[in-house]
């Protein structure tokens, strides 16, 4: 077991490689000259090409690549155009706060996404259902800025219940309670596409494992409906369901940037945002990165929980 888990561990190194090529020729295509937008569009030819020489820009893309990768691996990030410091120090308090955002999304998706499935699953063809399955198709369709916008509308304009935007409150910052109520909002707007997909996954796997063999085995044996469905069917429903809440990761990262410039909840997303509005080259570089790192992270860490709650896996692994 040990062994499988230190291959799975390096064998992420590659990917991690290929994902830092990706990002890095995926910014080349951006158009535009980061030279003039550093130095605005009154700049003289000259001093446009001075400064392409001094940024390492007319050096071939591998050259370049290989500068890049260098600072990367001494913890070096860049440096702003725009705002003119180490990008470390202003993306990563930022990027903590998104990883706050996405923790509060994927518990919500997750617990209410489970929780609606195995219901559905289990009253099957009953109108609580059809509903519950025709509200999560609906949601699935939503697009996540305009769920932010009628969240807002609704909770904050309307019924002034929640904070419209912001992370805590300017004038009085109340901690982890006013923390909670700035995050409401946010992350559910963030949740619901995903939670609508894994409450159907769990609707249909639950069905599917109802139907199995050995539920019927436990049945005959006079075990109750309740320690069947939470010990035997969840427990083999899981491995599914966690492999599909370990894609909703990338997922609702995504989301998070439309939900963080809704809301105005200072993200990676919302850095972003500006940095696209600028041209802040290094910046969105970063950004992207650091997103794609944490979506190769989280589906390592899904793989190697899978196989801790697969006894099959397990035995798999150590019969190789």
Partial sequence: MLRYVLSRILSTIPVLFGVTIVVFLLIQLIPGDPAKSILGADATPEAVEELRNNMGLNEPLIVQYGAWLSQLLQGDLGYSYTLHTPIIEELMPRFVNSLILTVASMLICVTLGVILGLISALKKG????????????????????????????????????????????????????????????????????????????????????????????????????????????????????????????????????????????????????????????????????????????VNLVVDLLNVWLSPRLQDSIKAE
């Fill in 126 to 297: 009953s109108f609580f259902d059809k509903a519950s399955m025709g509200v999560a198709l609906i949601g699935a369709s939503m697009p996540v800025f305009w769920i932010a916008l009628m969240l807002m509308w609704l909770f904050s304009i309307k019924l002034n219940i929640f904070p419209v935007s912001g992370m805590y409150n300017m004038r009085n910052p109340g901690g982890f309670m006013d923390l909670l109520h700035h995050i409401v909002l946010p992350a559910f707007a963030t949740a619901t596409v995903s939670l609508a997909v894994i409450a159907r996954l769990t609707r249909s796997t639950v069905i599917d494992i109802l139907q199995k063999d050995y539920v019927n085995y436990f049945h005959s044996f006079g075990l109750s409906k309740s320690k069947i469905n939470i010990v035997h069917v969840m427990r083999n429903s899981l491995p599914p369901i966690i492999n599909i809440s370990g894609l909703q990761v990338g997922y609702i990262m995504g989301g998070a940037l439309f939900s963080e410039v809704v809301f105005n909840w200072p993200g990676i997303g919302q850095a972003l945002y500006v940095a696209v509005t600028s041209n802040d080259y290094p910046t969105i570089q970063a950004g992207i990165l650091l997103i794609a790192l944490t979506f190769v992270v």
